[in-house]
């Protein structure tokens, strides 16, 4: 996590360096979908956010290149919670269940997605794990946003063309 990445001061140990979040970089990059998409965007912002610079409905937008709408509300995952005290999460899962039909309401005057016209996007790989349980009452499918931006540079094998470049040492990896 982003938060406790922040704790280790690398300021102090590699003078200059900055931590950055992979989707805030790309933002600064001015990284953007290639191709014009047909759905309407909900952003999930995780409860410990992993972009601390910018607003992340700022990075968000920007990357999609288009306007994105906030979804409030804990996804109700939290790590260990949902396990922990499912009293808790449920009553959380509930809570957003309801914010985002609110948002697909607003932009589709419906409750329920039929087709990907709306897509629910995170910048957090747990929450994307989590608000993956809403699809079957919501319709929604849950994007991390960076997959979002290799789907549509590289199509629908994006992952085996992520291994693929790894492996023959096109792409830089930095690891902590």
């Known amino acids: 996590c ?24 790309l933002m600064e990059k001015g990284v953007v979908l290639q191709r014009a998409s047909e759905s309407s965007y909900l952003y999930h912002d995780p409860c410990h956010s992993p972009i601390k610079h910018y607003s992340p409905l700022e990075v ?23 396990v922990a005290r499912p009293d808790i999460a449920n009553q959380l899962r509930f809570r957003k269940r309801q914010e985002l039909q609110a ?8 409750d329920r997605v039929a087709t990907e ?18 699809q079957d009452e919501t319709g929604l499918k849950v994007s991390y946003m960076v997959e979002e931006l290799a789907r549509d540079r590289l199509g629908p094998a994006w992952q085996q063309a992520i291994v693929g470049k790894l492996l023959n040492g096109g792409i830089e990896r930095v690891l902590l």
């Open 117 to 134: 016209e709306v897509r629910l996007l995170t910048s957090c790989p747990a929450c994307q794990q989590g608000l993956n349980r809403y």
């Open 60 to 82: 968000t937008a920007k990357l999609m290149g288009a306007e994105v709408r906030l979804s409030e509300r804990c996804c109700g995952e939290a790590g260990t919670l949902g």
């Open 103 to 110: 948002g697909i309401r607003a932009l589709t005057g419906s």
């Open 2 to 25: 982003m938060d406790q990445l922040l704790k280790y001061e690398f300021e102090q140990i590699f003078p200059g360096c900055r931590l950055v979040d992979v989707h805030e970089y």
